[in-house]
Structure formats: C-alpha cells, structure tokens
C-alpha cells in the first residue's frame, strides 16, 4: 500500500521569505501522480501543483515550485515571496492506480504553514 | 469555486441517526469520489462512482453507503452513527476515469457532528 508522509507537522515564515515543505513516499509503482493541496482556514481543498512521475522536469506554478527526487521518493514543495494568503494547511498526494483505470488520492498527515507579517 | 457543491455544509445529528450526504459534480464530470477528514484518521477515500456504477472502495465502513444518479449527482448515507465519525466529508469529481491523468475538483464539504 502506499504511504505518504510530512514530517513536519507546522511550519512557519515571514512574509516574503522561502519556505519548502517536506514530503516522502513509498511505492512500488512506477508511473504515478503527485501533488499538493492547499487547504486554508475555509477548508476548501485547493490543488496547488502537480507532477508526473515520468517527468524529470521539475513543476511550477508562479511561485510554487517541486523538487522531485524518484529515486529517492521525495517531492517537496517550495513557496517562493510568501504571502499572508499562503497560511494553510498543505497536503501531500499520492495518486495511486486501484485497478483497471481507476485511482484514489492517498494524502499525508498534513503540514500547517503560517505566513507571519 | 471548483464548481463541486455539497450539502448541506453543516449537519448535526445524534449518535444511532441515519444522514444523507448529497453532492453535485462539475457540469460533464463523470466520477464522483468520497473522502473523510478527521482528526485521527486525516484525509481518506471512501469510494468511487463513475457514471453511476460503483468503481472502487477504500476505507468506508458497512454502516457508509453511496450511490450516483443518472443526473451524476452522489448521496453519501452514513447509518448508525457514532461518535466517530464526527468529521468533514468531502466529495470531488473528476472528468473520466479512463484517463492517465486525473485530477480532481473538491467541493466545499459538509461538517458531519454526532453528538
């Protein structure tokens, strides 16, 4: 079965500084999905990035950015100038195959980011 | 706005009660999923509809049953509740689940308290 796991439970950074947060998994699988998810006071899950296995290329999206390590089953998210908005909770994912063509999200523990002014 | 709506968005019940769940997926998604959200147990799939027919179960218990209509719409019902299963039960959509690459689109969620 497949894991996913945050070791940082809570976080914190000024405004614009850098934060990455921290993210492993362990599969048997080779072609497969992850992801961020942000969930912020309203909880709305709100997806942030994503990323495919077979790509090398690292994803971003604005100042979003992942740092995926195959061989080493890790992919970390950076947030680049932090914004008060970017206090949340953030959410790891690991999209996994269930059979035939379907699939589930397998989400870890969950790492709570505040943004300080 | 994903576009995925669920209600009712808070719902307080007692323990032994029977609650209906009811999601409405985006316009031409296809697959419905089921996920919990509780201190203890974290975020985790129940199960999956895809055009009506049941697709895949994860950690639902006996108690939880789902369907999904022919307008694509979903009910989660949860029986004999507990305590437990006090928590924010969010449902996502999909656009098919014959694709390589699925992302999914969660509603806003319904608070679930069993009191």
């Known amino acids: 079965a497949q894991t996913v796991t945050q070791s940082q439970p809570e976080m914190s950074v000024q405004e614009a500084e850098t934060v990455t947060l921290s993210c492993t998994y362990d599969t048997s ?7 961020w998810y942000k969930q912020p006071p309203s909880r709305q899950m709100i ?14 999206e604005n100042r979003f950015s992942v740092n995926f390590q195959k061989a080493a089953k890790s992919f970390s998210l950076k947030i680049s100038d932090s914004q008060l908005g970017d206090t949340a909770m953030y959410f790891c994912a ?6 035939g063509s379907n699939y589930k999200l397998t989400f870890g523990k969950g790492t709570l980011l505040t943004v300080n002014p | 706005d994903s576009g995925v709506t669920q ?3 808070h719902l307080i019940t007692a323990t032994g009660q029977r609650v209906t769940l009811r999601c409405s997926p985006r316009s031409g998604d296809l697959s419905v999923y089921w996920y919990q959200q509780s201190l203890d147990q974290g975020l985790q799939f129940l199960i999956q509809y895809y055009n009506g027919e049941e697709r895949a179960k994860g ?6 049953s789902a369907q999904q209509f022919p307008d694509l719409h979903s009910e ?5 509740l507990e305590l437990g299963d ?4 969010f449902c996502a959509s999909s656009p098919h689940s014959g694709s390589s690459y ?6 806003p969620g319904t608070r679930l308290t069993v009191l």
């Open chain 1, 94 to 99: 690991f999209m996994s195959r269930l059979g």
């Open chain 2, 7 to 9: 209600t009712p968005k």
């Open chain 2, 59 to 64: 950690n639902i218990l006996e108690r939880f």
């Open chain 1, 29 to 35: 699988e080779n072609n497969y999905y992850l992801f």
């Open chain 2, 86 to 89: 006090s928590a924010l039960y």
């Open chain 2, 76 to 80: 989660l019902n949860l029986s004999s």
């Open chain 2, 102 to 107: 699925n992302e999914q689109f969660f509603g």
């Open chain 1, 47 to 60: 997806l942030v990035i994503r990323q495919e296995a077979y790509k090398q290329q690292n994803a971003t």
